[in-house]
């Protein structure tokens, strides 16, 4: 954490004349707050408001300042000594702000405020010296503020407060440590055009009230559907509300593909449909098999090898026997990156299975979707062009904040033919323009967020280049690691070999269970280390790390990477605090 | 506009010494960048930049100014002569953001340039004397711009241009005259909201990674529970992604309610499932069925009376009907606040069908939802206590940036029944928390958007008083403009009386059809009215109103007022625009 004189504080005022020791410098006001606040908010003060010099450099007869800045003490603290100008939030309300008469002035110094709180947020985010989590259990935070609802309005003060005590007790989600799940990292540019999107406020569903979105969104999915290798980027596709929603999408457009009369007869005017699967794929494919009449009992999963491949000869032999009970097979998912192991289904013999038994292929690449931007790494999609259609979430390897799923397919209409309801109100047939581009209908959703804006705009500031020195980055990582502890005391791979994403599994085996035979006490005591030390973690608040059980195996980590802040030596970390929260037990 | 000068130009300097025409003031800088931008520009200019008097007489020795601000010119105009700083968006990319080593200045400024664009975006939302929309036909923005995505990183003075120009096409959702869709305006304590969301990029599965909004989500869908009128907010809920997947899920949970084996076994092991929802009720309805397999066909659309209002005689007579035919009737989706007519079924009276035939009563509230916070208009969704589920989306008329639909259910724990898979990779069972808030099991989806916050900070702003005085104003407008015309020449109501919720759906008749004879020719040539004013409207830009045809009534104006920021002048605009487009047809 910088102190005052030291380099972060003296930033833009090389000369030195920024050094808060000499009071007659015109940051002196901020001195006082300093004090106060400590840490980060004595940065952003310092950053904020602390050169004042530099304008005159520039030749100006003095640094004109924002009266929306004015309006509120970057440091956030309560007395602060800084020039807080003349808005006071603690007598403005909701009501005062735009679209109120008058209301421009404190709109803006709010929003400003509220971005102050947020850039705050963000350079935190990133500070190793922070903790990832603050932890508290449900009915301690429950009860450690007061987040009830009432009939009254609060003044702009208390909602501003509530914008910090949120943040106090959120989990930093781009904290380098920061492991837990396939969506870990803060883009900034992402942050950005998602902001951008908030300002917009508008709806997918026609071009007309978002014209500009629904190109991007066109231009977008016609440039990852190329990426797949799809001739000319041609087919369909849509932005979804996630994974789960892309892979049910699939499943009813393989339905209907097959049977398009189950749009308006419903499952009881088709055959009993089969969807395969395997043993190691996404939850989502049964839970979409539940929810469109399909049921759950009609998902077959498929064995896979030690690696979490799905194994063809298996598929092949669940196909023919799915048809020998008269039962027709509709739909094979393929995983490209499954969620624990990271494995990738073989995909150029599967889609030869669904080619032999006209079966529709989906590639589940919602995780490994992300190294089709890899030259180096795309070879383990291969085959992923012969798909019918793909799920790809560019919010996880990809870095874009959440939401951002895609579902492609190959055949174009087909998604609009399956869902369209040609609701009059919002798909009148006398526009104006062109109704191509009213796309809301393709969708299950009627009212639909966009999702595709800061996806497009970090592809245009980062180019295909840029994911591909992210992921190319984040599976060096991954090897690094494995390569640390294949061979350390201590631990065990789930699986051998080089992991082929960034998942590595292991189980961390603490000295009291190393010399013990492998029996079944030793399996249930090693089944309780991940928790414990899961547990201790996030009690620290230092690093975060997912665990579970898979088939037979006891809970082990799983460790993921798609974090961009994530280094060697956040790897490093990670293992010695496994080893320092995990050696007693 | 405000011009130099004048009463928003000298914002802040009361004392007239931020008169842009005295050469000698710290503001002088600004004067050409005023001549270059015109409008807007130079009003955030001025606001932002204009009044460096000011601290000086709160005893300041200079006012201390941003380096972040500094980075760039508010007015976002090359050239421009204000003093720009040292950050050369042109030599910076992407990557020398956060988290790059000294990424965080450069990421400040940039974070910060990009909010001032969308400050500059909000203020001129509500400004009357700017356009809704730019309109161009999809053929002509796909060329205007360079849309395309590239495989090398364009430089973030080219990202900064993309956000200006998608705002520059962007609809102006929040403009006082917006009244094209259910859900307008833009809401400056929710667009704070999710600015903080959107920062703290999180997922919803799991308390592990998002305590607060978890939090949130239980308080405030308990408080909704408990003002739909359920004994002490019990029930369950979530938030979904839009009024149609929560439809859906309704239909899901009462479908699982009656036959829980479907969920393994699917439609095949259930008798044929048969569900009643009006004429005029939203198209989700049947989107949802034909997803669930249920299909279209056996959604039974119930007739309306002219008001558009279910008749509950022929609701009782098709399930009858139903029941004769052995088919199940399992769901009954009553109606608060259709589209087009904003009408109101007769929830009590449906609930006593539900309960003597036991099916499962669920209320569309989407839209109508709404009036439950107006002790004023909240008789008209009486009845909506006895539904099992109700769906209810805040982004529409309370003004809750999009999006922000919640699922409300009145027995706890068949959410979780229904789709839960149990997936040990998120929902691992040993952790050391109360797992009754890891939430994620009971949605469809896996990762889910945080919604809630947006409501829940808008809520602790307005209080419920404050969404009531929105709503209370809004239906206020719409009596307004309903009086306006009922009697104006050139005017014809779809239906009589005075509007239950926003909806006014009316005709225009233009002078050349006002003496013709009602009949065929007449209605032909009517149906070609609203079509073009409405092409018109965008053309000009100047406001947006929605039309459409329904059943045998014509394409009319469907006037709904959500938008806080609407007045009764932007009603007299919206009459005389119409009259003012529509006079020659």
Chains 1, 2 share one sequence.
Not at 6 to 34: H, I, K, L, M, Y
Not at 276 to 298: N, R
Not at 470 to 489: G, P, W
Request: proline share 5%; aromatic share 10%; charged share 20%.
């Amino acid at each position: 954490m910088a102190t005052p004189g030291s380099g972060f504080w003296s930033f833009g005022s090389e000369d030195g004349s920024g050094d808060p020791e000499n009071p007659g410098t015109a940051r002196a006001w901020c001195q006082v707050a300093q004090k106060f606040t400590g840490g980060i908010g004595n940065k952003l003060c310092a950053l904020l408001y602390g050169d004042a010099e530099k304008p005159a450099e520039s030749g100006g007869s003095g640094p004109p300042r924002a009266a929306a800045r004015k309006a509120a003490c970057a440091c956030n603290q309560k007395p602060c000594s800084c020039p807080k100008g003349d808005v006071n939030y603690a007598f403005l309300h909701a009501t005062d702000l735009l679209p109120a008469c008058d209301g421009e002035r404190p709109t803006l110094a709010f929003l400003q405020d509220v971005v102050d709180i947020l850039l705050q947020y963000v350079v935190k985010s990133f500070d190793r010296s922070t903790k990832v989590i603050d932890f508290h259990y449900p009915n301690e935070l429950l009860q450690e503020y007061n987040w009830e609802l009432a009939d009254q309005p609060q003044n702009l003060e208390e909602i501003l407060t509530h914008c910090q005590t949120t943040l106090k007790y959120a989990i930093k989600t781009g904290h380098p440590r920061y492991f837990n799940q396939l969506s870990t990292g803060l883009d900034m540019v992402g942050l950005a055009a998602d902001w951008l999107t908030s300002t917009a406020n508008t709806n997918m569903f026609t071009y007309e009230i978002a014209p500009v979105f629904v190109l991007l969104e066109y231009v977008t999915l016609k440039k990852m559907r190329e990426i797949i290798g799809w001739p000319g980027g041609s087919g369909d596709g849509i932005f979804s509300p996630g994974g789960a929603i892309s892979n049910m999408y699939a499943m009813m457009i393989a339905r209907f593909k097959m049977f398009p009369e189950v749009k308006e007869k419903g499952m009881a005017a088709v055959p009993r449909l089969i969807a395969f699967t395997s043993e190691h794929s996404h939850f989502s494919l049964k839970k979409g098999a539940a929810a469109l009449g399909i049921g759950t009992d009609s998902v077959i999963l498929i064995k896979c090898d030690e690696r979490g491949k799905m194994i063809p000869s298996d598929l092949e032999r669940r196909i023919l026997e799915a048809k020998q009970n008269g039962f027709v097979p509709f739909l094979v998912s393929a995983t490209a990156g499954t969620t624990v192991y990271g494995a990738f289904d073989p995909l150029l013999a599967i889609a030869d299975i669904c080619k032999k038994y006209k079966i529709w292929m989906h590639v589940d690449a919602a995780w490994g979707g992300g190294l089709l931007m890899s030259r180096k790494h795309k070879w383990k999609v291969s085959g992923v062009e012969r798909a019918n259609s793909v799920t790809w979430n560019p919010h996880k390897m990809m870095g874009v904040p959440l939401q951002c799923s895609a579902l492609l397919v190959r055949e174009e209409g087909l998604m609009q033919n399956c869902n369209q309801m040609h609701a009059s109100y919002l798909f009148q047939q006398d526009k104006h323009y062109d109704l191509s581009y009213d796309t809301g209908d393709k969708a299950l959703q009627c009212g639909r967020h966009v999702d595709v804006f800061k996806l497009w705009l970090m592809w245009r500031a980062k180019g295909t280049t840029g994911f591909e020195a992210h992921v190319d980055k984040c599976l060096e990582l991954a090897e690094y690691l494995y390569n640390i502890i294949k061979n350390r005391e201590g631990y065990e791979m789930v699986f051998d070999g080089k992991p082929q994403h960034t998942n590595v599994c292991f189980w961390y085996i603490p000295p009291s269970l190393r010399t013990l035979e492998d029996n079944e006490e030793r399996m249930s005591r090693l089944s309780k280390v991940a928790p414990v030390i899961k547990a201790r973690m996030m009690e620290y608040g230092t690093t975060m790390v997912s665990y579970q059980p898979l088939g037979d195996k006891v809970n082990f980590f799983r460790m993921v990477i798609s974090n961009p802040a994530a280094t060697h030596q956040d790897i490093d970390f990670l293992i010695e605090e496994i080893e320092r929260l995990g050696q007693d037990l």
